[in-house]
């Protein structure tokens, strides 16, 4: 199994603040990475896919980067709207999930 | 506008089998670009996926539930079901049925709303 190791578990911001969460996955995934967005209550949002491809409708302040077995999401200006939960998913081999970053207000 | 609903009891005791069905709307089931899966989230913890399927039938499962799932679809009702036998506490959790594009294990673009299942007696 290929495991997803996400860091930090809990980041505390402001409004306006950059955010970056990392992903490292336990061996190569060839970049078939995918970030979710999840609030208390609903199902998880798909922000991007392919590392860094925007999926349809997800505001520009999302970003996301890396190769290999490095992955970041990036929030440039964080919003009111975004303090929630962030999952990477590897899909290379079967599919597993990091454990979540929580963003919350600071 | 695709929207995906669960359906299937709330409540299952211990050892018997959870059941739930997904309901598709606002596409064809049949799509040959799509696949449809399960993916579980226990209370206050992270997401698992644990089973998908192609319109023709094709199933995959994740390993560790492999003997205890069956997935199977129904084109004529635009629907897709998700049987878990033998269950116990550990398989309570919310469980959500997803669009998967590309692939069985690809990233999920639609979501159902979530069904959470208690298994309790």
């Known amino acids: 199994d290929i495991q997803m190791t996400q860091s930090p578990s809990t980041l505390s911001a402001s409004v306006g603040d950059r955010v970056t969460i990392t992903c490292r996955a336990s061996q190569s995934i060839n970049n078939r990475l995918a970030w979710y967005q999840q609030k208390p209550g609903k199902a998880p949002k798909l922000l991007i896919y392919k590392t860094s491809t925007l999926e349809s409708g997800v505001p520009s302040r999302f970003s996301g980067s890396g190769s290999g077995t490095e992955f970041t999401l990036t929030i440039s200006s964080l919003q009111p709207d975004d303090f929630a939960t962030y999952y990477c998913q590897q899909y290379n081999s079967y599919c597993t999930f990091g454990q979540g970053t929580k963003v919350e207000i600071k | 506008q695709l929207q995906l609903q669960e359906s299937g009891p709330r409540l299952v005791e211990p050892s018997e089998t959870l059941s739930l069905t997904c309901s598709v709307s606002?596409?064809?089931?049949?799509?040959?670009?799509?696949?449809w899966g399960w993916i579980r989230q226990p209370p206050g913890k992270g997401l698992e996926w644990i089973a998908a399927?192609?319109?023709?039938?094709?199933?995959f499962y994740t390993p560790s539930l492999k003997s205890r799932i069956t997935i199977s679809v129904d084109t004529s009702r635009n629907q897709f079901s998700l049987k878990l036998t033998s269950v116990t506490a550990a398989d309570t959790a919310v469980y959500f049925c997803?669009?998967?594009?590309?692939?069985?294990?690809?990233?999920?673009?639609?979501w159902g709303q979530g069904a959470l299942v208690t298994v309790s007696s």
């Open positions: 997803v669009r998967l594009w590309g692939h069985w294990s690809g990233y999920s673009d639609y």
């Open positions: 399927i192609y319109y023709t039938g094709d199933t």
């Open positions: 606002g596409d064809s089931i049949d799509s040959r670009t799509f696949y």
